[in-house]
């Protein structure tokens, strides 16, 4: 059985403009990580850091910085990949900081190599729970430090969510409740 409409048939009706073509993406080298975490850094020591983020005019800073000075230079690093790759930036240090999380987890830091180390039997039960983390086991990450000054306490962790339905820990606990004796 064959369909009386072909496939893409009214291609010759869709303008050039209307066809989406996927967005190029940059290429992130160490060096242009710490390009840019240094310009964010230097706007937070001068106070144009909120809790919201950074303004476009930060932005364009660290896409000019990387223009002058950075070592990918194409596809061109705008303002909006600057800001992209640094959300991207701040979920990898969420993926850190739970690694390393309470010291008890069997991870830990080896400051002169920059990577995250634990026994292959830890490695091995992590990866099993979550793929995403493989990439620790022998990934060198040198803007840990940086990232500790931009973001921690920053980054929406829930660590300090509150559940309408539970006891703030800040409140005393409810007594409980008594019905007076029948007589």
């Known amino acids: ?97 739970e690694l390393l999380g309470s010291g008890l987890s069997g991870f830990g830091w080896d400051d002169a190599t920059k990577r995250v180390i634990a026994t292959d039997e830890v490695w091995d039960a992590k990866i099993k729970a979550n793929k995403r983390f493989k990439v620790w086991k022998e990934k060198i990450y040198l803007i840990h430090d940086d990232m500790f000054y931009l973001v921690d306490g920053v980054v929406a962790t829930g660590a300090g969510a509150f559940n309408p339905g539970q006891t703030p820990p800040s409140s005393p606990p409810r007594a409980p409740t008594v019905s007076p004796p029948s007589e």
């Open 1 to 97: 059985k064959t369909s009386s409409k072909k496939k893409g048939a009214n291609k010759e009706n869709t303008s050039p403009d209307a066809v989406k073509t996927p967005a190029e993406r940059c290429h992130w080298p160490d060096v242009d990580n710490i390009i840019l975490l240094g310009r964010l850094k230097a706007e937070k020591a001068g106070g144009n850091q909120s809790e919201s983020g950074w303004k476009k005019t930060v932005w364009i800073g660290c896409a000019t910085d990387l223009a002058k000075d950075g070592v990918s230079k194409l596809p061109v690093k705008t303002w909006e990949k600057c800001r992209d790759h640094f959300t991207n930036l701040k979920k990898e240090f969420s993926d850190f900081k």
